[in-house]
């Protein structure tokens, strides 16, 4: 072959050549982001709209259905699904795989502006799901009771500080004490002096300006004119007129009383049981996690110096270090796998020189590898590396075949050069073809659709480019250094013709060049490679004398193995009808038994860290969702093992995404163990802990694991109808029938009963009668109850809210709110009681749609089993049920995933399996012979399914991409044998 015969005819070029890509991809790998997991771009897009103080069937009737219906028409999508929540609706919109998502968020906006929503209503924001978007790092303020000047220290100090880092994008401030200046008007005292509240934010708003005047010329100076009349203190706020009757001024503080105080609290953070301000850190999108992280670390140590010594300041979750952690056991188990592979070789072919030489294949093939990463914008994470890690045996496998062929034929009496260029010409057609149809494997990949493709694409890309850069050192590599020969090249001592032409001192100078050339590239590497040979010899003696014993060990139980093996092979080939019909008969046996294996989407990732999220009846108040968050940080506290847990009450992270709930009636418990690679006292500690917190009454509770892959419960069942009543009494017979199925754990529905309700109905004929407005009157209970902010005081660098409202928030008793004046006539009040009925009552919590119908929704978490074993049992149970007409059910959640992905990834297999027959039967030059190498393929599955039975795992995506994995490596070996 023409490439080998130039190897070894230019053996300085194919140096350079690989020691270029040496230093290449030492640059390239200095440079590759460090992640955990490839860039997953999940097509989804989330529209939310905000309807405030809108019942969930309103924002279903005038935001959601219509929001649907114009969306529905974009091109690309698969599903759409929404939840309707009071004052609020969230349209899910999942398009097909590979779409191109900017182009479908401009058309999804597209079709919203032509929708007329609702006056109240903000304008619909489109949101992007993305695991990136987590936060990386979140870190704990706390020390002191003073929850005011702890949220300050980490707003001032702590979070604009961390916020200048380069890589970080943003950081959030969750909990703490924000301080606020309450304006709580009396009602008397309005409807004595006649002073509509409206009036009072108004004046406030007025009297609160700093504004510019322009510019005022006098004689040769200039000036600029400006009013200051923003207010300095509180004291200002209070003297502020109001109105003036009959030259009396009314000042704010006649109306009611002004004073500093808190907002009203949404979100209660803890650390350990004692109350913390919490600062989560988001990065940007194309920063690497790991370094970012050190960067917010080292920034961290000086800010812990200036801050007072009674505020403490500690990390509560750092994603770089699982990253690290992961990154690391790859690293590990891709260097290890190299030695093993090394040691391997040096045991079959007792030449140490011989290993070293085939072992150089794996870092040169690794470093082009890194440097062709960069050049396709791969990161290093779990599934690039992991890839190298798999590959990394297999790419020694090109040059044992290539050294193996070219010791031959010196053995045969050729010397170096002709025994390279014959025994690596012999060999190189099957080894390209050996390599091509390993290739040809993962080549499918980048066809697979979904998450799987997703995931597995950097995993293909690496294996792929690394196999190709294993081929080219056994081509090119091997052939040269086995040919060369030391003195076998040097540089000429004659001068060319053209120097003749030359003076002397120029020849004298061109020979001092060429006597250093000779000295620098011929002397002294050949002296370097004399005493390295010396080395070589010294240290393969002093290793033959310390591993005889284990040689002579391995020796033993090879030729035993040898021995047994043609014997085997000898009664196979007397009995060949016979040793098919039994491997048949076992294939399908083990196939048989392989029913017995469960599937899942994905393997958990068992971090140590994992949360609870808990949830009370809706309209509880924030204190009593605060109250069962202490009663489990009570029973988190007395267990062992437990570095740190803290908790937040009011939010709630869902499941597998970065979206937050927030409501006073939920709240989330996260805790991190001290050894957190410990699984079996970690799943111990869980199930204890689920124990425990079943115990507690009047809360539910699911517990969560971070997620990367899917936003999805595992188990969703979805129950579809219009007519609610219908819809909740089916899905709490679903729920029940889910409960009852074995391994499943936190079951809980969509349709629960939502907030308690005071209703207030106008009665128009009375409010036309005396002279008011609906739409006042409406504005006017807003502002009296929910209060208004129609300023701000400014203090130095930050802004403190002026919330005016009267003591209605206040009341113990609902029917205290008939009693709020709502307007007057003739000097006289009048009462809400008076033009309108309230009525308490309660609605839905949320109403749910799926592909635009109602639906509810049951989910659950599995425990203890694998996802196709449950969702079978669940199957069967709705086979027995019956419900209305009008009522359906199906099954969703990571199932539908799950299916999805595998039938992609069985279709990667079987377009695997063609393009290695394309490959083959090109090799061969025949149509038959490949099936010979193909036959081998299925008798791979036996070992598949015994070992995952031993092992006890079952089938994921994970186990089919080395399915398609051991298909290339089956090949590949069948390739070398038959050639």
């Known amino acids: 072959m023409d490439i080998i015969r130039f190897s070894i ?59 649907e219906e114009a969306v529905g028409v974009v091109p690309g999508l698969r599903h759409v699904r929404s939840v309707s929540k009071p004052g609020l609706s969230e349209i899910t919109l999942e398009f097909a795989w590979k779409t191109p998502m900017d182009y479908a968020a401009l058309d999804v906006r597209e079709k919203i502006d032509l929708i007329q929503l609702p006056k109240e209503c903000e304008p619909p924001v489109i949101l992007r799901y993305d695991p990136s978007l987590d936060p990386i790092i979140r870190i704990g303020v706390y020390g002191i009771d003073n929850l005011v000047r702890l949220r300050n ?32 008007l009396d009602e008397k005292r309005l409807a004595l002096f006649g002073v509509p509240i409206e009036l009072v934010g108004r004046r406030l708003s007025q009297d609160n300006v700093n504004q510019s005047g322009g510019r005022l010329r006098d004689r040769g100076s200039e000036f600029l004119l400006r009013t200051e009349n923003e207010f300095k203190n509180v004291d200002d706020v209070r003297a502020t007129i109001i109105q003036e009757n009959t030259g009396r001024k009314i000042v704010l503080a006649d109306l009611g009383s002004i004073d500093r105080g808190y907002r009203e609290r949404e979100i209660i953070t803890r650390l350990n049981g004692s109350e913390a301000v919490e600062v989560a850190i988001y990065k940007e999108g194309d920063a690497n996690t790991v370094e970012v992280a050190k960067a917010i670390q080292n920034r961290l140590r000086g800010l812990r110096k200036q801050l007072p010594e009674d505020i403490k300041v500690e990390i509560l979750f750092d994603q770089s270090q699982f990253i690290e952690q992961a990154i690391g056991e790859v690293q590990s188990n891709a260097v290890l796998g190299a030695i093993l592979a090394v040691i391997v070789l040096f045991l079959f072919l007792r030449d140490l020189r011989s290993t070293l030489l085939i072992g150089l294949s794996i870092p040169i093939s690794v470093m082009v590898a890194f440097m062709l990463m960069r050049q396709f914008g791969v990161s290093l994470n779990l599934m690039s590396l992991g890839g190298l890690a798999l590959g990394v045996g297999m790419l020694v496998d090109n040059s044992i075949v290539v050294l193996e062929s070219i010791s031959r034929f010196k053995d045969s009496g050729k010397d170096r050069a002709e025994a390279a260029l014959a025994g690596a010409g012999e060999v190189g057609r099957a080894v390209i073809a050996s390599t091509l149809t390993t290739v040809a494997v993962f080549l499918p990949i980048v066809f697979v659709e979904g998450m799987a493709g997703q995931i597995f694409k950097d995993q293909a890309l690496t294996v792929s480019v690394s196999l190709m850069a294993s081929l080219m050192v056994a081509l090119m590599l091997i052939p ?111 196939i048989a038994l392989g029913r017995l294996l469960g599937s899942e989407l994905i393997p958990q990732f068992s971090q140590g860290d994992f949360s609870f999220n808990i949830q009370l009846p809706e309209g509880s108040a924030l204190s009593a969702t605060d109250s069962k968050i202490r009663e489990m940080e009570d029973i988190i506290r007395s267990r062992q093992g437990i570095a740190t847990y803290y908790s937040s009450v009011g939010t709630a992270t869902r499941q597998g995404s970065n979206v937050k709930s927030k409501d006073t009636n939920i709240g989330q418990i996260n805790i991190v163990l001290k050894n957190r690679n410990d699984k ?51 899905s709490d017979r679903v729920m029940r029938a889910v409960e009852g199925v074995p391994g499943i754990k936190d079951v809980k529905t969509t349709m629960e009963i939502g907030s308690p309700e005071l209703n207030v109905v106008f009665d128009r004929d009375r409010l036309a009668s005396l002279g008011l407005q609906l739409e006042t009157v409406s504005n006017i209970l807003k502002n009296k109850v929910y209060g208004d902010v129609p300023t701000k005081l400014r203090e130095m660098e930050r802004e403190v809210d002026i919330r005016v409202r009267t003591a209605a928030w206040r009341a113990d008793d609902a029917d205290m709110i008939k009693a709020l004046v709502v307007g007057e006539r003739d000097g006289s009040p009048i009462f809400l009681g008076s033009v309108a009925s309230v009525e308490p009552g309660s609605g839905l919590n949320q109403i749910t749609r799926i592909s635009q119908q109602r639906a509810a929704v049951v989910s ?45 990834l069985v279709f990667a297999l079987v377009l695997a399996v063609f393009l290695v027959y394309l490959v083959m039967a090109s090799q061969f030059e025949s149509f038959i012979h490949p099936f010979i190498i193909l036959f081998t393929v299925p008798m791979g599955l036996i070992g598949v399914v015994w070992i995952l039975l031993l092992t006890g795992n079952t089938v994921s995506v994970v186990v089919l991409i080395g399915v398609i994995l051991l298909c290339g490596i089956v090949v590949n070996n069948a390739i070398v044998l038959v050639d």
């Open 680 to 730: 079996k006292s970690e799943a111990r500690l869980i199930e204890e802990l689920r124990r425990e917190f079943a115990a507690i009454e009047g809360m539910t509770f699911k517990f969560a694991r971070p997620m990367y892959f899917s936003f999805q419960t595992p188990i969703e069942v979805n129950v579809f109808g219009y007519n609610l009543d219908e819809l909740k009494e089916a």
């Open 860 to 904: 659950g978490n599995i425990s203890g089993r694998d996802l196709s074993s449950v969702t079978e049992d669940i199957t069967s149970a709705l086979a027995k049920m019956r419900f209305p007409s009008g009522v359906t059910v199906e099954l969703g959640g990571q199932n539908e995933e799950l299916m999805r992905s595998f039938r992609n």
């Open 9 to 67: 005819n230019r053996p300085v070029t194919i140096i350079m050549i690989f020691l270029s890509a040496i230093v290449f991809g030492l640059v390239s790998l200095d440079r590759l982001r460090l992640k955990l997991l490839p860039d997953i771009s999940y097509p989804t897009l989330t529209v939310q709209t905000e309807y405030p103080d809108a019942a969930p069937m309103e924002v279903e009737n005038f935001v959601t259905r219509p929001l």
């Open 480 to 590: 040269m250094i086995s040919a060369l020969q030391a003195g076998q090249r040097g540089f000429r001592e004659d001068v060319p013709e053209a120097s003749a032409r030359l003076s002397e001192s120029k020849r004298r100078m061109i020979r001092g060049i060429g006597a250093l050339g000779r000295v620098l590239f011929q002397t002294v590497p050949l002296r370097v490679l004399k005493v390295l040979r010396r080395l070589n010899r010294s240290c393969g003696a002093i290793a033959s004398k310390a591993a005889r014993p284990f040689l002579s060990l391995f020796d033993r139980g090879y030729r035993t193995m040898e021995r047994r093996y043609l014997s085997a092979l000898e009664w196979a080939l007397a009995h060949r009808r016979a040793f098919l019909l039994s491997m048949l008969l076992f294939f399908c046996f083990t």
């Open 153 to 184: 220290l980490a707003d001032r100090i702590i979070k604009k500080d961390l916020e200048s880092l380069e890589g970080v994008a943003s950081a959030k401030i969750l909990g703490g004490l924000e301080e606020e200046i309450h304006v709580e």
